[in-house]
């Protein structure tokens, strides 16, 4: 692998039906001898098939990023997101920071950390679905010295107005940071989407409209952090302050 360069598969995968077809999924697309990591989408696989996923990861060698159905039967349930590496071993874990209203009446609940990953290609960062309209999640990665933000997202964009927003929202998360920000869904609504910008904003991949893997290489050297370096965070309080009323 190329110190500065990775090739990306994002996955637009097919709604999940059963436990099964996520995993013919995996195998599926972990044949694709150009990607070197492929991104799934959020609750792309069951946590039971947890097994699964890494017998995948080991025999494709592979780096794989998927979102995960927490079927775990604890007290507590959770947005998963699994950094897992080619030897088939787990090395990083995000639990869902900011739920929706429908996610909170579903009985899941927050991820209390935002820890970077590190990787034999760098530092990355998982930000999961509705998480991403979040700066401060994509900024957290960033101060920790990530350079990809990976979003797998749920479904497809519900209408043209919310593809639009996100897009904006994910081309805005990787040049306020100057990191790369990547992302893909399920086709299971209006619009499944994969995409991809650089750290200067610049659009690499925009695909709509199709269930399939799409492969982008990024040279993870154009990275920088200027903006960080000019910060003035004495001034910034009241970003970590409990909205009142």
């Given amino acids: 692998m190329d110190a500065n360069k990775i090739t990306v598969g994002l996955v637009v995968a097919q709604p999940v039906k059963d436990s099964e077809q996520p995993l013919s999924e995996l195998m ?84 209390d950390a935002i820890e970077a990953v590190e990787t034999e290609f760098g530092t990355i960062g998982v930000s999961i679905c509705y998480e991403m309209h979040f700066p401060e999640v ?31 929202v994910g081309r805005t998360r990787a040049s306020e940071n100057g990191i790369f920000a990547a992302g893909c869904s399920h086709a299971n609504d209006a619009v499944p989407f994969a995409y991809a910008y650089a750290p200067d904003g610049a659009c690499l991949v925009e695909a709509r409209h199709a269930s399939r893997m799409v492969t982008v290489t990024l040279d993870l050297a154009q990275c920088f952090g200027m903006f960080l370096e000019h910060r003035q965070p004495q001034l910034y309080g009241r970003l970590v302050e409990a909205k009142k009323g």
């Fill in 138 to 168: 994509a900024r957290s990665y960033a101060l920790q010295g990530a350079r990809v933000v990976f979003n797998p997202v749920g479904s497809g964009m519900w209408q043209e107005t919310q593809y639009q927003a996100w897009t904006s």
């Fill in 28 to 111: 599926r697309y972990t044949q694709d001898k150009k990607a070197e990591v492929i991104l799934f989408p959020e609750d792309h696989i069951y946590s039971d098939r947890l097994p699964d996923l890494l017998r995948v990861a080991k025999e494709s060698g592979k780096w794989i990023i998927s979102g995960m159905e927490d079927r775990d039967t604890g007290e507590k349930k959770y947005k998963h997101a699994l950094v897992v590496n080619p030897l088939g071993e787990v090395v990083g874990r995000h639990r869902k920071t900011s739920l929706t209203y429908d996610e909170l009446s579903k009985g899941f609940s927050h991820g």
